[in-house]
């Protein structure tokens, strides 16, 4: 009997979600081709993702259910072993000039959420992607034009990938001198390519797309804490550290090198005032989150990662339906970017990996079954990544502000009893 023609799936998008979903295809068989816009993650001199150095994630059951159903046994036995438990959060403040600390927990049960580092959970997943004889990887192509009708797609191929993105996000990805096109075609197209996906931009023409998107008035700036003199952490590395400031807050995730990778979430106009007068930082530090400069973080350090780190901002992103006929998908941020504040964008975009390969499972192989099984996809994700989207932007008020005051303690207490 001939050989089956193998179905060509291409992933746009080699973050945790692209990678994670080139996994699932190639272990059914399919014939897998990832097209990432930048270099290789694993190589040093590749510049991050939106972010200056790496950045740490809060990992929870949603994203490890779905790594662990990736059919690969060791896969996620060695992400956790680089992950840190966190059993709570804990508050800091001061009260009379004393510094204070509040542990709450995540669960009467002793469940916990982890940190992890992206770039980490990011270059495990590529490793096991290159090991796979029906995967490519291929780097430096950017996605410039689709037609999911015909299966068709360009990529321009890019010799330089310096462009910072995390210095705009909003302007389209530096584009290259140098870039020549390629044209592929395919079966199925998933696209994993983010917030600002150029997948999602042509879907746009085929399918009728509701499309909303907002940015908060938030932007975030990442600072870090450095070990010990005697090489520990300087906080507990069992909490997610919290300085609540009523309508901003500041954040410390803690990392396997004993350092705390930590946020700061201000609305725009703050970060103005503090631009102007790039004295009055320690001050403002020192009112609003005691207890970090000098004893956490050097004076010096938070002025200079406070001024070379970039000032980001936070985008939120519904859209729907989230596929094409039989050839096209978007998932993870593509699909429904969210606001940080619930821990839970990466965790979501894993998860849309596991759903939509059971029901693409559910279903026979041709393009009939996996148009069915995306439409199926589609009507059920879509409430369930906006209900997601939405718990995440209240969350921010519970973080910044709720955290803090007696009434949510009163109401905790009574909902615990
Ligand atoms: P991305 O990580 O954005 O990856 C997309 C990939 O596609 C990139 O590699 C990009 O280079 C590539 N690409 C883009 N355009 C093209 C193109 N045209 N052609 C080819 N390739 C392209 N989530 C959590 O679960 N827990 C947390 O605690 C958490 N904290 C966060 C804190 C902050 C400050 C921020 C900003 C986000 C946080 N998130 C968190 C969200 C999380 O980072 C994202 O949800 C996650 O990275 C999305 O993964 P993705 O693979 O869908 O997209």
Not at 195 to 208: G, N, P
């Amino acid at each position: 009997m001939a050989d089956e023609k193998k179905t060509k799936v291409v992933v746009v998008g080699a973050g945790p979600v692209g990678a994670l979903a080139a996994l699932y295809a190639a272990g059914r068989g399919h014939e897998v081709e990832v097209y990432e816009l930048r270099g290789d993650l694993r190589d040093p001199s590749t510049v991050p993702l939106n972010f200056t150095k790496s950045i740490n994630l809060a990992l929870s059951e949603r994203g490890i259910n779905s790594m662990r159903n990736a059919g690969k046994p060791g896969l996620i036995d060695a992400v956790l072993g680089e992950t840190i438990p966190m059993h709570g959060r804990m508050i800091h403040g001061s009260k009379g000039g004393e510094l204070y600390e509040e542990s709450q927990n995540y669960d009467i049960h002793g469940r916990f959420i982890r940190a992890v580092d992206r770039a980490g959970l990011n270059k495990r997943l590529l490793d096991e992607l290159d090991n796979m004889p029906n995967v490519k990887l291929i780097f430096n192509h950017k996605l410039v034009g689709a037609d999911y009708r015909r299966k068709k797609a360009w990529f321009e191929k890019r010799r330089d990938t310096r462009t910072d993105h995390a210095q705009n996000p909003t302007q389209e990805e530096g584009s290259s001198k140098d870039a020549s096109e390629i044209e592929i075609s395919f079966d199925f197209m998933i696209g994993a390519d983010g917030a600002h996906s150029a997948v999602r931009y042509h879907l746009m023409k085929f399918s009728r797309m509701q499309y909303m998107q907002e940015y908060i008035d938030t932007l975030w700036c990442e600072f870090q804490i450095s070990p010990s003199s005697t090489d520990d952490f300087k906080i507990s590395p069992s909490h997610l550290h919290i300085w609540p400031g009523g309508d901003f807050m500041f954040i410390a995730i803690p990392s396997l090198d004993k350092s705390f990778t930590c946020t700061l979430f201000m609305p725009a106009s703050h970060f103005e005032r503090l631009d102007a007068d790039p004295e009055s930082i320690i001050a403002f530090f020192n009112q609003n989150f005691p207890g970090v400069a000098d004893r956490l973080i050097s004076a010096s350090d938070l002025r200079k990662q406070y001024g070379e780190n970039p000032h980001l901002p936070l985008i939120s992103i519904k859209c729907t339906p989230y596929h094409f006929d039989s050839s096209c998908v978007i998932l993870g941020d593509a699909a429904h970017a969210m606001v940080p504040f619930y821990g839970q964008g990466m965790n979501a975009g894993l998860e849309d990996v596991r759903v939509l390969f059971e029901f693409l499972d559910s279903h026979d192989s041709t393009p009939a079954g996996r148009a069915a099984a995306l439409k199926e996809y589609t009507a059920q994700r879509t409430p369930d990544a906006a209900a997601i989207n939405d718990l995440a932007l209240r969350n921010y008020q519970e973080m910044r502000s709720d955290v803090k005051s007696p009434l949510y303690r009163l109401r905790k207490y009574v909902e615990e009893k």
